[in-house]
């Protein structure tokens, strides 16, 4: 089955402590991207890779990184996590072009 | 700056009643504009991608329809399991891949 999978669901850390948000897609999809959505803002873009080793800064990167080192794995990682950064974050991929992405299920990251 | 807004925040219609929600959006040079489908804890669904004003596409109880200012998202006698968030996006043929989201229009069907 075709999916793009993250993990963890949920989490909930304390301030500060590095964290990573694992995506995988089966698709051999070359393009990945990162979203957080927050009530009121809608879907906003962190960060994107159009193929392995490279990756771009989207419209909201500050206080992330990400590495695209295998085609089908795309991590997001919080070195420094914030109470800002608490929101549902959605991985995506899809093939270069005008063609549809498919979703992740989501992560819920609350940081106290 | 690619811009996507959706109206309404919220919709709520009676099951059979039909109704219209609107995206509109500017953007330098559209690629392509997307509908997707977003139940509460899930990730979005695609639906639809329409490429050229004057284009339609129907998917059971759903027809999308492409300006070259807005796009509608036609829902024809809904039913309670069309409840959901539908989201509108747009690409640019200067973006390569990278959609710009609206904040999506929250329809609820009442049985």
């Known amino acids: 089955e075709a999916q793009v999978t993250q993990n963890p669901r949920y989490l909930i850390t304390v301030t500060g402590k590095k964290l990573t948000v694992t995506c995988s897609q089966n698709?051999?999809?070359?393009?990945m991207s990162w979203y957080r959505q927050d009530p009121g803002l809608g879907l906003r873009q962190i960060y994107y890779s159009m193929n392995v080793e490279v990756t771009d800064k989207g419209d909201v990167p500050e206080g992330y990184k990400v590495s695209r080192k295998e085609k089908r794995n795309f991590p997001l990682i919080l070195e420094s996590p914030s109470p800002n950064q608490t929101s549902l974050y959605f991985c995506?991929?899809?093939?270069?072009?005008?063609?549809?992405?498919?979703f992740g299920q989501g992560t819920r990251l609350t940081v106290v | 700056e690619d811009q996507v807004t959706q109206s309404p925040e919220a919709l709520r219609l009676q099951e059979g009643e039909s109704s219209s929600l609107n995206c509109s959006y500017t953007v330098s040079g559209l690629r392509g504009l997307f509908w997707y489908r977003q139940d509460p804890g899930k990730g979005p669904e695609f639906l639809f991608t329409?490429?050229?004003a004057g284009e339609e596409k129907e998917k059971e109880r759903l027809k999308a329809t492409l300006t070259k200012k807005e796009s509608f998202l036609h829902i024809t006698a809904p039913k309670p399991e069309d409840s959901a968030t539908y989201l509108c996006?747009?690409?640019?043929?200067?973006?390569?891949?990278?959609?710009?989201f609206g904040e999506g229009t929250q329809l609820t069907v009442n049985p």
């Open positions: 995506a991929s899809s093939f270069l072009g005008n063609t549809e992405a498919f």
């Open positions: 698709m051999n999809h070359e393009y």
């Open positions: 329409l490429y050229s």
């Open positions: 996006a747009v690409q640019a043929q200067t973006s390569g891949s990278r959609l710009t």
